[in-house]
């Protein structure tokens, strides 16, 4: 990821999006893998989404509420590339960075929450 794209969060969620699209065309095609991967294909790719609908909140309730939505996709979508993992299904080292840029994710949209309820 450039410099550039590390401070602006729509970019971030939008990779982050698509790379858990690029998982999930990378498992095995097994139910198992398949009911996992569409799991985290949901979750990952609706975290971007929220962001977008918290930057046209007419309210800072409006704009947490939006935040955590996808704060708590971002926690759904960690346990279920966690269980990628625990089930044998994809080895952690491929995903260090998603967990990576999940975490961080995490973070940032946690200090936004915080931020919004100070200002209100």
Known sequence: MNK????????RTK??????LRLYS???R?????ILGKQVLRS????GAHYREATRARSSAEFVSKIQGGLQE???TV?????????????RSQLCDLFQEAEE???????????????R
């Not at 200090?111 to 919004?116: H, L």
């Open 74 to 76: 971002l926690e759904e």
């Open 44 to 47: 990952g790719t609706s975290v």
């Open 79 to 91: 346990y279920w590339l966690e269980l990628l993992v625990e089930a044998g299904i994809v080895d």
């Open 15 to 20: 990779g982050f999006a698509l790379a858990v």
């Open 30 to 34: 097994t139910t198992e893998a398949q």
């Open 4 to 11: 550039e794209h590390r401070f602006d969060l729509r970019a």
């Open 105 to 119: 994710l995490i973070s940032i949209f946690v200090s936004s929450v915080k931020t919004a309820r100070k200002s």
């Open 26 to 28: 990378s498992l095995p």
